[in-house]
Structures are given as C-alpha cells and as structure tokens.
C-alpha cells in the first residue's frame, strides 16, 4: 500500500482533528436531547453510553469486512464524514418526535465514527512507521474532541442552542469529507500484492513468521486498559463535580482535561512505537504507570484539594474559578490519562505488522478497547460506586491496570517474544508491589466534600450521622450545633430543621393543598429530607402520594433522620416512591393528580434545568386533574436576576395566572420563593380557607404551619410576593428555557457561586395587592391588605 508522505500528513491530521471536534459536539448535544426523553439516570445514562460506544465499536469491526479493500480509503473516508453529518441533523429532528424508541438513531452515525480510523488504516503502510502514524492520527482525533468538549460548553450550547451547535458539527462533517476527496483526487491508491516473481518458498517463509503468535493477549490488555479509563472518569468525574459545583460546565473541563491527557499520551506513544523494538513491554509498563497515577490522582483528589483554601465566593467571576478548576483537573486527571493515551498506538504497534487487511488489525484493537471502555463505565457507574464506594472503585482500577500488565509480560505479543522471561517475571513482580503500595495509599472521599462541595473552606465542624455513594449521588446527613441536622447531595445543603428551611419545605406541601378545594392526590417530584411529601400525610382527602426520587439511597437512608419532620412519610401506606427521572415519569405515566408539587435540585446542576424547561411545564399541567395545582420551588441565592427571571417566565409562559409566594426572612431579605398556578385564574375566599383550618381534622396542619411561622390565613397571605400579570415588565428581558437550548442550565451555571439579596426586593417592587384573587367580604379584603403591608419586604 502507498504511504501518506511530507505535505498531506499535516492534512491527514487535520481531517482527524476536525472529525474528533464534531464527535464531540454531537456526543453532548445527544446526550442531552435524549436524556429529556429517557431520564438522566444512571441506568438511562449507562444505555445511553453503551449505545453511542457500541456503536463505535461496531463500526471499527465492519468496515474491514464490508468495504472493499480496492476502495480508495480517502473517498470511504469522506463518505463516512457525510453519513455522520447527515445523521447528525436527522437525529436533531426525530428524536423529538420518536420519544425513547430515537435511542437506537444513535447507532448509524457511531457505527460511521467507528469506522474513520480502520479506513485511513488502509492507506498507511503495514511496518512500525506506518502503524506509528495511526497513533498520530488518534491523536489528533483526540486533540479535536478537547476542542469539540470546550466550544460546545463553554460557547456554541451557552449562547445559542442544541440546533446551531449541530449545524457547527455538520458543517465540520461536510468540510472534512470536501478535504478527503480533495486529497484523495491528488493521492493515488494501489493495493500492494507479493512480487509475481517472489520464490514460492520466501512467501511460505512470510506467511509463517506472520502467523507465529497472537494479538490475543493485545486485545485483552487494551481491552482493560479501556475500562479502567473510562471507569476512572466514572469516579474522577463524581468527586470533582462536588468539589468543583456540578454545572454543565465542569463536566466540560473534566472531559477536556481528560482527553487532553489522551492526546498527549497517544503522540507520546505514538513517537515511542516507531522507534521501540519491544511495544508490548511498553503497554505493560503503561499499565504500571495507569497504577501510579491513579494513586496520585487519588491522592490530589480526596486528601489535597478538600483542604486547598479556596472561597469561590470571593473570585470577581466564574471565569476566575473556572480556571482554578481546570488547573485543578489537569494536574489530578492528565498524568493516568496519558498512559492510558499512550496505550492504543503502543497495543497497534504490539499486535505487529500482519498479513492480510490493515483495517481489521486496527479495527479489532479499536474495538477491544470500546468493548472495555463500555464494560468500565457501566459497571462503575451502576454497581462498584453504589455497592463499594469511590475509595474501593479507585483500588480496583489499580489492580485492574495491574492485570493488563501481567498478561502482557506473562504472555507476550508476536513483537516481545524474544524478551528474556526473567526480566518479564521480574517486571510483574515489581508491579504487583507496586499496586499493593498504591492500593494501600487510596483514600475515602471526606464527608465535607460530599457536603460542602465547593465550600468546604468556608463551612466545617459539623457532625456527620451518615455519608453514602448513591447510584446517581453522593449523600451526607450533619448536624450542627442547636441539633439543626442538614441533608447534604451533590456538595451542598438541600434541605434542613433550620426555621427557614422548613418554612419552605411546609409552604410546597401546604400551600398546594389548601389552593385546592378538595385534594384526594399528590405527586411530589424529589423527596429531599421527606418534609414536604410528609405534609400531605396531614391532609385528610388525600388518599394518594407518589414521591419522585432519583436517588434510591435517599428516602432509605436520610427519611429516618427526618421521621418527626416528615410524619414517617415513607411508611405511610398511601405512599409511593418511584425511584426514576421525575421528567420520565410524567412523560410516561397515564396517572393525573390534583397537585404536581416540585423541589427539584438546584438549576445550575447539570441536568435539573430539564426540570424548569417550557415543555416540561406543558407535561405538568397536562397531568394535572380539573382544579389542579402545581407549585415549584426557586431558590433566589447561588444565583442572579438573569437566572430567577429564566425560571419565572418560563413558568408564567405556560401558567399565565401563576402567583410567587416568598419565604423570606424576618429582617426582609429574600431566601427563595415558591411559584403556585392553576391552569385557572387562582380565586379562593379567605374566610373559608380558615374556616378550613380551624377544623379539627386539620389541627395538626394549623399547628405545622404555625411552627414555622405560618400561622393562619394571615400568616399564608404575608408570604404573597406577586402575579404574573404584575411581574411582566420586570420579565420583559427574560429568557425563556426550552428543551432545545436549556438556557437556564448555562446561566444557573454562572451563578453557582453568587448571592444576590436585590434579586428579592427588585421582584417586590412589583407586588400589587390581587384583589381579584379574592372572593370575600370588604372586611376580610381589609384585613388582607393590612397583612400584606405589613409583611417582610413590603415598600
């Protein structure tokens, strides 16, 4: 075969660099167009990627078994750019219209992904240089993809939407397949063949040494090294996202940084395997340094960053932290990925220069390390983290790297076999001493972090009463002094006995109930500490609750904490907890209920923007009973007025007789709010709402509402902060959030670290009193507007 000389590699690797930027694009706007339709669970996310990778690694297999060997590469290659770029747009499309059945839409365009390096494989020749050149190559896929994580993060899904972004990576599809056939049109294809004249004997001779040995024992190593890879940015990515604030955009420099360690790895490697005699014992001592590194990233992660005096508070904006984050990242996550990098081309150059189709070699090493890459981030993801936490899954990606060393040296590629076995022994020998030591030196994730996150420098000293890795996050209950016991995910306090917390908690499950005439239904979408799910227990119509949860380690492990808050909430016989992604659950159930009540997580995490989108309001009226209520928390700190107006225009837009409720403090200042519609214009007669309250089956809720100051009608009408009719010119600029740009997720993820306390009184100014609201006498509209004069915050 003719090899790719002087002025058409620089071109060669731009065609892969290109291809990697738009795979990456495409791999986060998939993800997150589907994860609206299938759940963002960890089961739903494990689906997601065994399909996007299976795919991928189907594609590396087939193409050397479908496409012609005569085929000039170039051209195959520029035709798989199109098909990608054509699915690509195809799927921005269907997936909306299909629903969950759009998963499998993923697999043309990842089989096509797949299939690019085995094509280009065909055109390099079969020696040591050749093969070092494919590594070049993945390389400079890699070195795409880092590009391809960052714009689609930090720019093309921040300011625009799902949309443009795909239009970005088909143009890059398009571009590239032009480049192809430019160069293929200049680079002629031959398919070399034995010399005619070649003595029968020196063929047999050839065909022999070739044949001597297997690749098995390459496939096999590569294979674990891609599941330990992928397992460790499983685990790396969990602890980070505490430490770092989970937003879109961590993930995004936690994805960056580790590709980036690929990259440099794969050149590394790719450089090592042209000049080294012996590739095999350099992927075994790859794997040694996999060990090393993950000891020291271990090592960074849970016993060195915690205790770094970092207040992001004090950073002038997100930007500044994003940079100490993506220092952070590179210097913990880079040096195991560049092993793991350097890995791939050293595994090509280790299978050896083999007879037959080049594609196939390179297909089956490609493969063997997606299969494993696949294995690890499933298995981690939803068995070692949940069942053995992230301490174990650390020691087991050291002995992971361990075993692919051992069956390279114990079993060595057709390139060693003349490696002295002494020296092969040896090298396992000191490997496993190695692992012990690294093993040994593995850390437990601190309770702060999985509390505190990102502030743990500024809040500390609590007592912890549990911590626990979940299957979707990780959990902590505290208390602190007073006996005021915090429930703690994804590194920061979700709810509390804290007055103003259970203030909050109490107005969600209250309010909705008593704004409907007669409530015999409730779901309740996220348990947190069970407060407000508990709140309904009290109501005496209601005679169904189903809780929405996410993590099943919660309503277990925390409930208890909470029994007298939340009234036992999980024992009650008319509770149900259904353990998925509350938007999936709407989506797919037939069940309507009186009221829809929601305490999601906060927005700037990724992935709970989904749940204060348009369409998702649209699915919740939908389910909705004649008379429904629906309330939604929103919470006016870790975030700016950009932010709030997201959330509040975006539900007015689809409950345009929505109502804000404030949970504010004594002194005035605003904590955060609850917003309360029906699909109806709300109208309710005061005096009979506390007729209702005095009566003797609701004493315990009287008595609820008054120990968090919420005594009476008064006490519920005080906390009165606006309508959407009033709020309109404050919402004149606002951003609407939709399915298609999840505006909110980018802006909330900007804000993760600000607190505003003007956001509240710049959303009262607007506060008129709403006396169509009520239906009463002239001397209970009296008595209301003295009360809401009064109230905290009232100009």
Known sequence: MTFPKGKFLTALLLLFVGSGCAA??????????????????AVSLGILLATFMGGMCAGSLLLGRFVPVGRHPLRVYAQLELGIGAFGLLILFAVPALGSPAVVLLLPPTLLMGATLPAVARWVESTPQGISWLGFFYGGNIAGAVAGSLVAGFYLLRLHDMATATYVAAAINATMAALAFVLASRTPYRVSEAPANEPKATRAQTTKVRATGTPLPVYIAIGLSGLAALGAEVIWTRILSLLFGGTVYTFSLIAAAFLFGLGIGSAAGAWLARESPRPGMLLA????????????????????????????????????????????????????????????????????????????????VYAANTIGAVVGAIIFSLLI??????????????????????????????????????????????????????????????????????????????????????????????????????????????????????RLQRMLGHMSALMHSDPHSALIVGFGAGVTAGSFVLHPGIK?????????????????????????????????IVYDDARHYILTTNEKFDIITS????????????????????????????????????????????????????????FPFGTIWSNQYASGGGYDVVMLAKPEALRFDPAALQARLDRPDHARIADALTQVELGGVDGLMATYAGQARDLRPWLNDAQINTDRNLRLEYLAGMANNVYDAQISQDMLAFRRFPEEMFTTSPEWMERLRKVMAQAPGSQ
């Open 24 to 41: 990456l694009i495409y791999e986060v706007i998939w993800f997150q167009l589907l994860q609206l339709i299938i759940g963002a669970t």
């Open 285 to 364: 001592g790859c794997q040694i340094g996999v060990a090393i590194a993950v000891a020291w990233g271990a090592a960074l992660i849970n016993r060195a960053f915690p205790y770094w005096p970092i207040d992001p508070a004090l950073a002038p904006g997100p930007w500044f932290n994003f940079q100490i984050d993506l220092l952070r990242a590179f210097i913990a996550v880079v040096p195991a990925a560049s092993f793991w990098g350097a890995s791939f081309p050293l595994a090509l150059a280790a299978a050896g220069p083999r007879a037959g189709d080049q594609a196939r070699l390179v297909g089956a």
């Open 599 to 654: 305490d999601p997580i906060h927005p700037w995490v990724k992935g709970a923007a989904s749940l204060y989108t348009k369409e998702y309001f649209e699915l919740v009226k939908s389910h909705l009973n004649p008379g429904g209520v629906v309330t939604q928390w929103v919470p006016l700190y870790q975030s700016t007025e950009d932010v709030i107006k997201s959330e509040v225009a975006t539900f007015f837009d689809v």
């Open 544 to 576: 169904r609750i189903v809780i929405c949860e996410i993590e099943p380690l919660i309503p277990r492990m925390v409930a208890p904490y909470f029994s007298k808050e939340n009234y036992d909430v999980v024992h009650d016989p008319r509770v149900e």
């Open 385 to 502: 983290i949940p069942a053995f936490g992230t301490q174990d899954a650390q020691r087991l990606l050291i002995w992971t790297a361990l075993a692919a060393s051992v069956v390279m040296l114990v079993w060595p590629a057709p390139t060693d076999a003349r490696t002295p076995a002494g020296r092969r022994v040896a090298t396992a020998v000191a490997a496993l001493v190695l692992a012990i030591s690294a093993s040994a030196s593995v850390a437990p994730v601190p309770p702060d972090v999985i509390a505190y996150g990102r502030q743990i420098a500024t809040f500390k000293g609590a007592n912890f009463l549990y911590e626990g890795e979940g299957l979707n996050s990780s959990i902590a209950v505290s208390e602190s002094e007073g006996g005021i016991r915090n429930f703690h995910v994804s590194g920061k306090v979700e709810a509390s006995t804290e007055v103003h917390d259970m």
